[in-house]
């Protein structure tokens, strides 16, 4: 036995970083892999958002159906409580899910939503968890203990320590604090291989997951050090080096995906993708300033006197602050985390405040067309690329948790959620944000070499992995195996075969499952974190 299918993830890799490395002879291996190979780029869903992004990426559902839009979760519509996503809130199955049932073994690593893991035949060491937790979160109960025998094991820096993770928020507004950072993920990659690679070689699963998210986490905030093209002049000392040492990260990730492969051999399929592409990011727009300028929301005057917006409020409770300092009498729609970039309306109940039935679609286009129409005072330029509806972005079972309105930025960034006396700012340095476009690299057998089949959908990747592992594809997948990559004769011998699925999805089997995943300190590393990518202010 040994595995079929090795699904490396790359949290936001994009290929105008990772074609410029492979040209600069920094990822040599992933060139071959690209000549042995093919390739597309992976259209994401609607938030390029991580937590969504890889739900939907191993479910091959889009998040109306599957029921994860953000990093956090509201309980229902009119909740303005809202708490983060766990893998309880996924209301469909996984890949892990489906290669369980089919009686096969599975390891996945590092992915985000695995908390509290599932109970799949196999491995799980879940992304996102405090390394305190890390023993309880393991999943076969006695793993921990396992992996804590291994040379070089070291939890604090393999999963999420409050002190690091702190430390950098603060650290790299200081030049000198860079280095040992970017060193840290570049370490926090190999603890990761050492995991994967302890498990192949012992108990090897037919299918074989591990996320690195150190791409992400570099490009978010040292972008101008990544994408910096080759003799760049460099102002100061430290950057340069800044710049050298994520040279070195992506060297020392394309060594370890060089020992992956080989670990897997050349029967095994090996699919590389990243939830979300990357691209640079220069202002932040106060949506809810300009909510607030249109006469759309209104602060409460005696609470912003008071100061009383939940300062005091620990974990969760500090993305929903901003929400006690709103005068809900007087507010009509308003974003509510710093995430996802969406806009609630507010339904007026009976003749309370709030917009009426009758009105809100109307309420709505309104709001599109402002949106749309919006410049950025310094440049003349349109703020918003684009407005998603709920029904037309999040179709499924789930629609009625989204956001009313979801915006693409045309700055490719992140809203800003706090009151704002501008409706626009520069950010102070360049930094990285999510795109819509991120990565995927297959390679193995049947696999077209050398191919670029253009685009393919994030919801293809689950149909492509259940046919790897010679699985049936279940009808209400929404996507499709891109049979595009591999050669006609492979497919004659191996074809798509499609299945009848599991049936009507269950939102009420979902709901049942409202008990929180988190505890305080699951709450304060997660914050941290956020705090750390420039998510949370
Ligand atoms: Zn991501």
Same mark, same amino acid.
């Given at each position: 036995?040994?595995?079929?299918?090795?699904?490396?993830?790359?949290?936001?890799?994009?290929?105008?970083?990772?074609?410029?490395?492979?040209?600069?002879?920094?990822?040599?291996?992933?060139?071959?892999?690209?000549?042995?190979?093919?390739?597309?780029?992976?259209?994401?869903?609607?938030?390029?958002?991580?937590?969504?992004?890889?739900?939907?990426?191993?479910?091959?559902?889009?998040?109306?159906?599957?029921?994860?839009?953000?990093?956090?979760?509201? +309980?229902?519509?009119?909740?303005?409580?809202?708490?983060?996503?766990?893998?309880?809130?996924?209301?469909?199955?996984?890949?892990?899910?489906?290669?369980?049932?089919?009686?096969?073994?599975?390891?996945?690593?590092?992915?985000?939503?695995?908390?509290?893991?599932?109970?799949?035949?196999?491995?799980? !060491?879940?992304?996102?968890?405090?390394?305190?937790?890390?023993?309880?979160?393991?999943?076969?109960?006695?793993?921990?203990?396992?992996?804590?025998?291994?040379?070089?094991?070291?939890?604090?820096?393999?999963?999420?320590?409050?002190?690091?993770?702190?430390?950098?928020?603060?650290?790299?507004?200081?030049?000198?604090?860079?280095?040992?950072?970017?060193?840290?993920?570049?370490?926090?990659?190999?603890?990761?291989?050492?995991?994967?690679?302890?498990?192949?070689?012992?108990?090897?699963?037919?299918?074989?997951?591990?996320?690195? +998210?150190?791409?992400?986490?570099?490009?978010?905030?040292?972008?101008?050090?990544?994408?910096?093209?080759?003799?760049?002049?460099?102002?100061?000392?430290?950057?340069?080096?800044?710049?050298?040492?994520?040279?070195?990260?992506?060297?020392?990730?394309?060594?370890?995906?060089?020992?992956?492969?080989?670990?897997?051999?050349?029967?095994?399929?090996?699919?590389?993708?990243?939830?979300?592409?990357?691209?640079?990011?220069?202002?932040?727009?106060?949506?809810?300033?300009?909510?607030?300028?249109?006469?759309?929301?209104?602060?409460?005057?005696?609470?912003?006197?008071?100061?009383?917006?939940?300062?005091?409020?620990?974990? !969760?409770?500090?993305?929903?602050?901003?929400?006690?300092?709103?005068?809900?009498?007087?507010?009509?729609?308003?974003?509510?985390?710093?995430?996802?970039?969406?806009?609630?309306?507010?339904?007026?109940?009976?003749?309370?405040?709030?917009?009426?039935?009758?009105?809100?679609?109307?309420?709505?286009?309104?709001?599109?067309?402002?949106?749309?129409?919006?410049?950025?005072?310094?440049?003349?330029?349109?703020?918003?690329?684009?407005?998603?509806?709920?029904?037309?972005?999040?179709?499924?079972?789930?629609?009625?948790?989204?956001?009313?309105?979801?915006?693409?930025?045309?700055?490719?960034?992140?809203?800003?959620?706090?009151?704002?006396?501008?409706?626009?700012?520069?950010?102070?340095?360049?930094?990285?944000?999510?795109?819509?476009?991120?990565?995927?690299?297959?390679?193995?057998?049947?696999?077209?070499?050398?191919?670029?089949?253009?685009?393919?959908?994030?919801?293809?990747?689950?149909?492509?992995?259940?046919?790897?592992?010679?699985?049936?594809?279940?009808?209400?997948?929404?996507?499709?195996?891109?049979?595009?990559?591999?050669?006609?004769?492979?497919?004659?011998?191996?074809?798509?075969?499609?299945?009848?699925?599991?049936?009507?999805?269950?939102?009420?089997?979902?709901?049942?499952?409202?008990?929180?995943?988190?505890?305080?300190?699951?709450?304060?590393?997660?914050?941290?974190?956020?705090?750390?990518?420039?998510?949370?202010?």
């Amino acid at each position: 036995m040994g595995v079929k299918v090795l699904l490396i993830g790359l949290d936001g890799a994009t290929f105008s970083v990772l074609d410029a490395l492979v040209a600069r002879g920094v990822m040599p291996f992933l060139g071959r892999f690209l000549a042995e190979g093919a390739r597309a780029g992976l259209r994401t869903i609607v938030p390029p958002l991580t937590p969504p992004a890889w739900t939907s990426l191993v479910t091959g559902r889009s998040p109306g159906h599957h029921g994860v839009f953000d990093f956090f979760r509201m +309980d229902s519509p009119a909740s303005r409580h809202i708490r983060f996503a766990s893998s309880r809130d996924i209301a469909v199955p996984t890949l892990w899910d489906a290669a369980t049932a089919a009686g096969m073994r599975v390891t996945a690593l590092n992915y985000c939503l695995t908390f509290p893991a599932p109970k799949v035949a196999g491995f799980v !060491v879940p992304g996102w968890v405090p390394w305190r937790q890390l023993r309880l979160a393991c999943h076969p109960a006695d793993l921990f203990d396992r992996l804590k025998a291994l040379p070089g094991f070291e939890p604090r820096e393999l999963a999420m320590d409050v002190k690091l993770e702190e430390r950098a928020t603060e650290g790299c507004s200081r030049a000198e604090e860079y280095a040992p950072w970017i060193e840290f993920h570049t370490r926090r990659e190999r603890h990761w291989f050492d995991v994967f690679r302890h498990l192949t070689e012992t108990a090897p699963s037919d299918l074989t997951a591990v996320v690195f +998210d150190g791409v992400d986490k570099l490009q978010h905030l040292c972008w101008r050090f990544v994408a910096a093209a080759p003799g760049t002049a460099w102002e100061h000392e430290w950057e340069r080096r800044a710049h050298e040492l994520c040279l070195e990260y992506f060297r020392h990730l394309d060594g370890i995906i060089e020992r992956m492969c080989q670990l897997v051999g050349s029967e095994a399929t090996v699919v590389i993708a990243s939830d979300h592409g990357f691209g640079p990011t220069r202002q932040v727009f106060h949506v809810n300033a300009w909510l607030e300028k249109r006469g759309y929301l209104a602060w409460s005057k005696e609470a912003l006197a008071r100061h009383d917006g939940g300062e005091a409020l620990l974990g !969760v409770g500090q993305v929903a602050r901003h929400t006690f300092l709103m005068d809900w009498e007087r507010t009509r729609a308003f974003a509510t985390t710093p995430t996802s970039n969406g806009i609630f309306i507010v339904r007026a109940s009976g003749d309370g405040p709030g917009v009426p039935e009758a009105g809100y679609d109307a309420f709505r286009r309104q709001l599109v067309r402002e949106l749309l129409a919006e410049k950025d005072p310094a440049t003349g330029e349109a703020l918003v690329g684009q407005v998603h509806l709920r029904e037309e972005a999040f179709p499924g079972p789930f629609s009625s948790l989204a956001p009313d309105l979801t915006l693409s930025l045309a700055d490719g960034g992140l809203v800003s959620i706090l009151p704002s006396d501008r409706l626009v700012s520069a950010r102070p340095a360049v930094a990285g944000s999510h795109r819509p476009t991120g990565v995927f690299l297959a390679r193995g057998p049947g696999v077209r070499r050398g191919a670029d089949v253009g685009e393919l959908s994030i919801l293809d990747v689950a149909p492509m992995i259940l046919h790897g592992l010679g699985l049936a594809v279940p009808g209400e997948l929404e996507g499709r195996v891109p049979e595009e990559l591999f050669e006609p004769e492979a497919l004659r011998g191996k074809p798509v075969r499609t299945g009848a699925g599991a049936g009507a999805e269950a939102p009420a089997a979902a709901s049942a499952n409202y008990a929180p995943a988190f505890g305080a300190a699951e709450e304060e590393a997660v914050m941290k974190r956020l705090q750390e990518l420039g998510y949370v202010e």
